[in-house]
Every structure is written in structure tokens, then in C-alpha cells.
């Protein structure tokens, strides 16, 4: 393997600093749109911002509709989790490929009651040497009430349960955070202010650093085996007298690395996810020649651009997605 591995210990304290980091910088933000906002009631005079579109240009009462229609296209697929296949379903193909190409390990750290603290190492470019996963199983007392052994219901509780999930990385926070709390497989904080900057299409549903922990936990046999001992835990304490208080499971550094296999595992990504994303069909040629047609010899500037835009995409022989 190359890269030097990621440390699981003081993980804990590291995630938590971070993440009160991550909500101070939240609630000074001024740059965010609210609920309130997105449904109509927008001031102008705040000059904010989107890239809706492609180039960066003020919000337009056209854009607030856009917003609105994508949160309540989220709405439609809510629901408590989303499984791994489908998460990675979702998922955009660069941030597949960088899983792929940066992101080599994930490893157990901390274990307690269904959820999962991970850490997994960093990109070529990152500021830290390691990033913080939160993974949370939310059918795990179903997991525990499954009858046949702990490693089945291991197996069953990664591969088939739905999950909810959460980084500590830039691109989870400001692209997917929205995207997780409207879809309802958010961990941790939700986000319900809309990201009309950075990722005003909602697209996509892991990071890079997710797509690898959420493609191992599928995989890893030595992972299954954590969760199965997790599982076989709690469903003793069940019967024990006195409080049936949750054990936590610490990992050394030492059997963390003893899960790692000898090389990154393939990040697949299934062609049948449930809820993988189809895009719009692209437009012929003679769509594009029409629409050119409709918006050649306007004055205005945004018909001027538009006519810019069609008369490149024939230049090129492409279609464009509708």
C-alpha cells in the first residue's frame, strides 16, 4: 500500500473539536440562503450569489423557483437512510474516481450501539492527514432481533440496512450536507440552509473519503467481524440484570491496520442501484439547430448568451441534456 496510514487514536477528541469548529463557522455564515428565503421570501439587497448555470452571477427570483424545485424533487426521495449501494449509486463518477485514486484506507476506530467512527486517509492536496467518517446503522436494533448468528446480521446491517452518514471534510460540508439532510440519510448536524453556491443541482451523495468507507464496508470481511462482536455484545447485555447500557468498542491502532488488506479494495458501483440517478436524455442536433434559431438576433444579454451556447454546442456536433 502507499501513504503512510491514518492514526486511529485521539479520533474521538479530534472529531468532536472539528465539528464545533465546523458549526461556529456555520452560525457566522451570511452567505447562506434559509428555508424562508428559498421559498420566495428573498432580499435582493443582500447581493448573494449562485453558479446555477455554470458562471457566478446574483440570485434571480427564476433561480429561487430552480431551488425550490430541487428541494422538493429531494423531498420525494426522503425517507430514514439509504443503503450503501445506493448512496454510491448516487454518487457523482469524479468523486468515485477520486476515491479510486487518493483515498487508499478506511478504519474502525470506535463502535457503540449501531454506529460507527471511521477514519480514512486524506488527499494528495488535503491540509490534515486524516479525515473523520460517521457512519450510523438505522436498523441496528433490528439487527440485534434477527434470528441466526451475528456475523449474518453483520452482513445484512452493511450491505443491505439503510445508513446514515456524515464527513468531516470541505466537499461533505458545503456541496453534500443539504443534500444528506433533504434526502434523510444525514448523521450528525443537518444543513438546512441550501447550497446555492456550491452545489445549487444537488448532485451527488458521498465524498471521496465516503465512496471508499462505504464501498469497504461492503467488502471487508474484518470490518463484518467488528460489527458481528458489536452486535453479539448488545444482544447479551439484553438479558443481563441491571442497566443494559450499550458497550462502547475501542480499536488499536494496531488492530486497525490488522483489518487493512495488502491493497486499496475496488470501489464498484453498482449499475442497478434503486436509487441511482438518470439524467435527462441530450438534445439532436435539430433541437439545438431550432432553439439557436428561436434566440438568433435577440438584443437582450441573456438571449445573446444562450445563442452563444447553442451555436457551440453545433459547432461541436454534441447534444446537451435537457
Known amino acids: 500500500m502507499t501513504g503512510s496510514l491514518p492514526r486511529v487514536g485521539n479520533a474521538v477528541q479530534a472529531l468532536n473539536a472539528q465539528r464545533q469548529r465546523e458549526l461556529d463557522s456555520r452560525r457566522l455564515a451570511k452567505s447562506i440562503l434559509s428555508p424562508t428565503e428559498v421559498a420566495g421570501k428573498y432580499s435582493a439587497a443582500r447581493m448573494l450569489t449562485t453558479t446555477l448555470g455554470g458562471t457566478v452571477r446574483p440570485i434571480t427570483s427564476a433561480d429561487l423557483m430552480a431551488f425550490k424545485k430541487s428541494v422538493a424533487a429531494m423531498g420525494d426521495k426522503a425517507r ?9 449509486g448516487l454518487s457523482r463518477p469524479s468523486d468515485v474516481q477520486r476515491a479510486r485514486e487518493q483515498i487508499h484506507y478506511s478504519m474502525i476506530a ?27 446503522a438505522v436498523q441496528y436494533a433490528s439487527a440485534l432481533a434477527q434470528p441466526g448468528t451475528p456475523l449474518a446480521a453483520a452482513t445484512w446491517l452493511v450491505k443491505q440496512s439503510a445508513l446514515k452518514f456524515e464527513c468531516d471534510c470541505e466537499h461533505f460540508r458545503y456541496f453534500l450536507r ?24 444537488l448532485d451527488g451523495a458521498c465524498c471521496k473519503h465516503l465512496a471508499r468507507t ?15 462482536t458489536m452486535i453479539a455484545e448488545d444482544r447479551a447485555r439484553i438479558d443481563r440484570p441491571g442497566k443494559a447500557r450499550p458497550k462502547v468498542f475501542t480499536v488499536t491502532q494496531r488492530e486497525a491496520e490488522a483489518m487493512l488488506p495488502k491493497r486499496a479494495r475496488t470501489i464498484r458501483v453498482p449499475a442497478d442501484a434503486p436509487r441511482r440517478v438518470t439524467l435527462a436524455p441530450t438534445a439532436s442536433q435539430q433541437d439545438i439547430a431550432l432553439a439557436l434559431k428561436t434566440y438568433a438576433g435577440r ?24
Open 80 to 88: 430514514q437512510g439509504i443503503t450503501a449501494a445506493e448512496a454510491l
Open 110 to 136: 470506535r463502535m457503540q450501539a449501531g454506529k460507527l467512527h471511521i477514519v480514512t486517509d486524506s488527499g494528495p492536496q488535503s491540509k490534515v492527514t486524516r479525515h473523520h467518517v460517521n457512519v450510523e
Open 299 to 322: 438584443s437582450d444579454a441573456n438571449s445573446k448568451a444562450i445563442a452563444r451556447a447553442l451555436a457551440a454546442l453545433a459547432a461541436h456536433g454534441v447534444g446537451a441534456r435537457a
Open 178 to 201: 443539504f443534500v444528506a439532510t433533504a434526502g434523510g440519510w444525514v448523521a450528525g448536524r443537518p444543513e438546512h440552509g441550501f447550497p446555492k453556491l456550491k452545489n445549487p443541482g
Open 214 to 228: 462505504l464501498s469497504d464496508l461492503q467488502q471487508s470481511a474484518g470490518i463484518r467481524q467488528r460489527i458481528a
